[in-house]
């Protein structure tokens, strides 16, 4: 029930497409989505995040579709550039406690 | 703003010795910090919660004696390893959430990179 899973496992883009990477959850308690970007040897990055009362959310080139019956939510990043290169993980909390991280996602935008 | 920082970025130690990681909520205070750990191509494990004046809360599976936890401000948290072992080896991230639950926000420090020789 705590599991979040995530996919796929990795992701090749030609720049200029679009990324989507999928979550999905069980815990129906969750209310907090965020997403997170990784570059190697780094810690994780706040990308964006959404909560249960709304089904999208955009911030510049990353949006997130949020579906709540189906308990899955998705990142979509726009015009993919090559420094998105970078591994993505999706994760869930229940009231700001503890993430649960998804699987991450590795992506390569080849220009 | 909410910068999050790590001390040291990288250490290797011998077999044996102990070893803390300074974590610091640098513009704002955090009600809760949190230890994670990530090996090589792999997600985030959180190791401990912890609480500003408070013990932390461990995972199942984490040794609390072995990882020593001391959050003794709203701004600092450190992490002891204690008699590290090779397999003790890895990426150690701290995160902080804002104080006075305004968010559900974790901001993630730099990471530390420990090596045990």
């Known amino acids: 029930q705590q599991q979040v899973k995530q996919s796929p496992q990795s992701l090749i883009v030609q720049k200029g497409g679009i990324s989507i990477i999928n979550c999905a959850y069980e815990n129906t308690a969750f209310d907090y989505f965020p997403w997170y970007q990784q570059f190697p040897g780094k810690g994780p990055a706040l990308l964006i995040a959404i909560r249960p009362d709304v089904s999208e959310k955009k911030e510049g080139r990353f949006t997130i579709s949020f579906n709540k019956s189906a308990k899955q939510f998705s990142l979509h990043i726009m015009d993919s550039q090559p420094g998105d290169s970078a591994t993505y993980f999706c994760?869930?909390?229940?009231?700001?406690?503890?993430?649960?991280f998804g699987a991450g996602t590795i992506l390569r935008v080849k220009s | 703003g909410a910068v999050v920082s790590q001390h040291p970025s990288r250490v290797i130690c011998k077999s044996g010795t102990s070893v803390k990681i300074e974590c610091r909520s640098l513009d704002f205070q955090a009600t809760t910090m949190f230890w994670y750990r990530q090996f090589p191509k792999q997600s985030l494990m959180l190791m401990a919660t912890s609480n500003e004046g408070s013990k932390a809360t461990y995972e199942q599976g984490v040794e609390k004696d072995k990882f020593l936890i001391n959050h003794a401000s709203l701004t600092l948290s450190t992490l002891t390893v204690t008699s590290a072992h090779p397999e003790d080896s890895s990426f150690y991230i701290c995160?902080?959430?804002?104080?006075?639950?305004?968010?559900?926000?974790?901001?993630f420090g730099p990471g530390t990179r420990l090596t045990v020789t």
């Open positions: 995160s902080a959430s804002l104080a006075g639950g305004r968010s559900y926000e974790q901001y």
């Open positions: 994760a869930a909390s229940n009231s700001g406690n503890k993430l649960v």
